[in-house]
């Protein structure tokens, strides 16, 4: 069974980042700040509301960004297709674009959770996955 953190524990470093605008589109997307260390094309996965979700680092000239959420890594992958849960999150929210959110670094490159300023939430911690084992099974993937 998977240990449970709070987001205001000590397991947990919350950094502040940004909801901006994806490109020249108008969907929202997720601004990082650069002392969370990933690394672009790398994967994530994204909490939001307690759902978790599947999410491409990209970046741009101001640094790293998450673009959107999948229900799975292929749809994170595509960016073109399935629903982007990050988008659903942010209009769930009273939060716009140029406003502030908490990212909580549950497993430091693998897990992160998103949340409203000042809400409480507590996550479910797993093993991150073996390098070894996702690199075979992209390349069974890519097959």
């Given at each position: 069974m998977p240990d449970r953190v709070a987001s205001d524990g000590d397991a947990v470093t919350t950094y502040r980042a940004e909801l901006a605008r994806s490109g020249g589109t108008r969907r929202p997307c997720l601004r990082l700040p650069d002392d969370v260390a990933v690394d672009p094309g790398e994967f994530v996965r994204l909490v939001l509301?307690?759902?978790?979700?599947?999410?491409?680092?990209?970046?741009?000239?101001s640094g790293?960004?998450?673009?959107?959420?999948?229900?799975?890594?292929?749809?994170?992958?595509?960016?073109?297709?399935?629903?982007?849960?990050?988008?659903?999150?942010?209009?769930?929210?009273?939060l716009d674009v140029g406003r502030?959110?908490?990212?909580?670094?549950?497993?430091?490159?693998?897990?992160?959770?998103?949340?409203?300023p000042g809400r409480r939430t507590v996550y479910s911690v797993t093993r991150r996955p073996d390098d070894s084992l996702t690199a075979i099974a992209e390349d069974l993937r890519d097959e």
């Amino acid at each position: 069974m998977p240990d449970r953190v709070a987001s205001d524990g000590d397991a947990v470093t919350t950094y502040r980042a940004e909801l901006a605008r994806s490109g020249g589109t108008r969907r929202p997307c997720l601004r990082l700040p650069d002392d969370v260390a990933v690394d672009p094309g790398e994967f994530v996965r994204l909490v939001l509301d307690g759902d978790e979700y599947h999410a491409r680092v990209d970046a741009d000239a101001s640094g790293p960004l998450l673009r959107g959420a999948y229900d799975n890594r292929r749809l994170a992958r595509s960016d073109r297709e399935g629903t982007n849960r990050l988008v659903e999150w942010v209009r769930g929210t009273d939060l716009d674009v140029g406003r502030s959110v908490d990212v909580d670094e549950v497993t430091p490159g693998h897990r992160y959770g998103v949340r409203v300023p000042g809400r409480r939430t507590v996550y479910s911690v797993t093993r991150r996955p073996d390098d070894s084992l996702t690199a075979i099974a992209e390349d069974l993937r890519d097959e």
